[in-house]
Nanobody, 115 residues
């Protein structure tokens, strides 16, 4: 089992920045990839960014150039630096960890971008 706890969400004005952190614990040896997803009201959950054990990254087109995902060497912490935030970035952000067979989720953290 893997436990994921997100932190760092909140209210920010358009153009502002937030940094989300995900603390992972448990059986991390079989985790190959970690990522951040988000779900806005009335919309499906979507991938925001992911990073593999080998530090390969992938970003949604809507956040490229604004968001940066990073992790420590042990995969115990995965962060998402979000810059130039827009109202359309408002959503609940979820941390995810897994491999081809298993997928674990955090409880989510709210990010609201509004003036």
């Amino acid at each position: 089992q893997v436990q994921l706890v997100e932190s760092g969400g909140g209210l920010v004005q358009p153009g502002g920045s937030l940094r989300l952190s995900c603390a992972a614990s448990g059986s991390l040896f079989n985790i190959d990839i970690m990522g951040w997803y988000r779900q806005a009201p009335g919309k499906e959950r979507e991938l925001v960014a992911s990073i593999t054990r080998g530090t390969n990254t992938n970003y949604a087109d809507s956040v490229k150039g604004r968001f940066t995902i990073s992790r420590d060497n042990t995969l115990k912490t995965v962060d998402l630096q979000m810059n130039s935030l827009k109202p359309e970035d408002t959503a609940v952000y979820y941390c995810n960890a897994g491999n081809r067979l298993l997928s674990y989720w955090g409880q989510g953290t709210q990010v609201t971008v509004s003036s």
